[in-house]
């Protein structure tokens, strides 16, 4: 019931010459029975839409402002992504939590702006290597799911990644023992929070050094809906096995 969804962040990567990458990828996957989003830097929405008219491929922005407009330098609204073309946003990633020290309660203010434009949102939260070792990990991904995510959440407006810091982008990832424990945990926590009907239509992507040869293994996990995934993004031709991946599975 849940339909799969391969999501691509390009982060701080991506000019107008890379958008030749996106249009191989819609067609290479002009009916493709997954949903598939990719969140170029937000230079690159609006172009990229232009690009893939007529094609299901969504484009997302990777961090909205929680105000809806006003004075913030520098900064882009939700509503400023939606009418360049955006129809999700990445909040709450963990490179923002670190380098911009995002917080929980700010990335859960975001996300109800965001839902209020009519933006997907897709909040990421994950364990440190740290956390990992020292404390329990249910307990940190508990606390940072209950308080990023709104009240107002519902399966169409709302995604979960789950992207364990110590992952992304180092060519390490958990056991599928290690991811399915974080899904199984994060869709009992959303059932409880939002009843069975939203709670079991949200959907869980688990991201973090996914690639080709891994993927199939991965998206075999209960809970694993699809999967964010970082640098194998930037290519189509690193994509879209891990597209191939996902609707085989
Ligand atoms: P990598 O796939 O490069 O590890 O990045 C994952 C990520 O941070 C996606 O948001």
């Not at 309660?105 to 949102?121: D, F, H, I, P, Y």
Request: proline fraction near 5%.
């Amino acid at each position: 019931m849940r339909r799969k969804l391969a999501a691509g962040n390009w982060k701080m990567n991506g000019l107008n010459a890379t958008l030749a990458e996106l249009s191989a990828l819609a067609a290479e996957h002009p009916d493709t029975g997954v949903d598939l989003l990719i969140c170029p830097p937000a230079t690159l929405i609006a172009p990229a839409r232009a690009a893939l008219a007529g094609s299901p491929l969504q484009i997302g922005g990777q961090d909205c402002h929680a105000e809806t407009s006003g004075a913030y330098t520098g900064d882009l609204s939700a509503m400023m992504l939606r009418d360049a073309g955006a129809s999700a946003v990445i909040l709450g990633h963990s490179e923002r939590r670190a380098s911009h020290r995002e917080t929980s309660e700010e990335v859960r203010l975001k996300a109800n702006t965001a839902q209020a434009a009519g933006l997907m949102s897709v909040v990421c939260l994950g364990e440190s290597r740290f956390q990992r070792e020292a404390t329990n990990t249910l307990d940190i991904i508990g606390a940072q799911l209950s308080l990023s995510v709104p009240d107002s959440s519902t399966g169409e407006n709302l995604v979960v990644a789950y992207e364990p810091v110590w992952a992304i982008g180092s060519g390490l990832t958990p056991t599928p023992e290690q991811i399915g424990e974080v899904h199984t945990f994060m869709r009992a926590r959303l059932e409880h929070r939002f009843g069975p009907g939203i709670g079991r239509s949200v959907r869980l992507l688990y991201g973090g050094s996914v690639k080709a040869e891994n993927a199939a293994e991965i998206f075999a996990i209960p809970d694993v809906d699809g999967a964010l995934v970082g640098g194998a993004s930037l290519k189509a031709s690193d994509f879209s096995p891990i597209i191939e991946a996902l609707e085989a599975a």
